[in-house]
């Protein structure tokens, strides 16, 4: 380590720059030169993405950062809303790997656009300007497309519902979700492997079956979230994913969901954002 330490900077930031932001930050600690070193633009540039700058150019409000370790933390803890409020853009902070979040508006809810079974309100907790929330539905069926192109290479994303319920909520102890490859037939019967999802809970009492699928924990942002699936991108991927969530079990209303996006992201976090 003694070696590593008389080096100049500039050959300990093209060393940290092969790390990771993780490692990068624990050799700052080391010695005033690899502290030096893990400050610069060199380092944070190889840890953000590769469009970061045509990403950051979508936002809808300024991005104002003074170094590119600055830029790397705030699109980790604060996500910036892009093209014109479609979706958010954030960064998993241990990896530098990108990660996306579709705005209600931009998925495909049954029957979104008619009033007395879905509103489009404001939520003061959601990044959005508007969020889906549910009046009453008999047929609940959620979809969320992205590119796989938009996303990091060679990682495993999983899709994830953001949502709340309101006050009164009924109907939603269960559904089916899947996430699949759109145009791949090999995937075509993704929807046979579909699991079962718990967007709330029951009591378990007069007859009604334990539940035995996931059931959402609640994010620090207060939102919950579900996990609808997951999947692998890999490197030159250029195909659309979905992910769905369905429940069209009849005679069973359902009523209370605010849903505020689908989530796709690395595999190697919970849901800090």
């Given amino acids: 380590m003694n070696s590593f330490i008389t080096l100049p900077e500039e050959s300990l930031s093209e060393i940290l720059s092969r790390t990771s932001p993780l490692d990068a930050s624990r050799f700052a600690v080391i010695s005033r030169g690899f502290n030096a070193a893990s400050q610069s633009d ?25 170094t590119k370790k600055e830029l790397y933390f705030s699109l980790c803890h604060s996500p910036i809303v892009l093209d014109g409020g479609k979706l958010s853009f954030f960064l998993d902070e241990r990896t530098g790997k990108k990660c996306f979040m579709l705005g209600a508006r931009e998925l495909e809810i049954l029957w979104g656009d008619t009033p007395q079974y879905w509103e489009w309100t404001p939520h003061a907790d959601s990044r959005f300007s508007e969020v889906a929330w549910l009046d009453a539905v ?38 089916n979700a899947v996430v699949r490859y759109v145009d791949n037939e090999a995937d075509n019967d993704a929807e046979n492997r579909a699991i079962t999802v718990h967007l709330q809970q029951n009591n378990a009492q007069n007859g009604a079956r334990r539940q035995t699928g996931q059931v959402p924990p609640r994010r620090v942002d207060g939102w919950m979230e579900i996990e609808l699936g997951y999947f692998y991108n890999d490197e030159g991927c250029d195909e659309d994913v979905e992910a769905r969530l369905t429940d069209i079990k009849p005679l069973a209303e359902k009523t209370g969901l605010i849903v505020e996006g689908i989530e796709f992201r690395p595999k190697t976090q919970f849901g800090s954002t």
């Fill in 138 to 175: 008999w047929w609940l069926d959620i979809r969320g497309k992205i590119k796989t192109q938009m996303l990091s290479p060679k990682t495993t994303y999983g899709a994830y519902l953001v949502f709340k319920l309101a006050e009164i909520s009924k109907g939603l102890e269960s559904a």
């Fill in 42 to 66: 060199t380092v944070w540039g190889r840890f953000l993405p590769s469009d970061y700058s045509q990403i950051v150019s979508r936002s809808v409000s300024p991005v104002v950062y003074a």
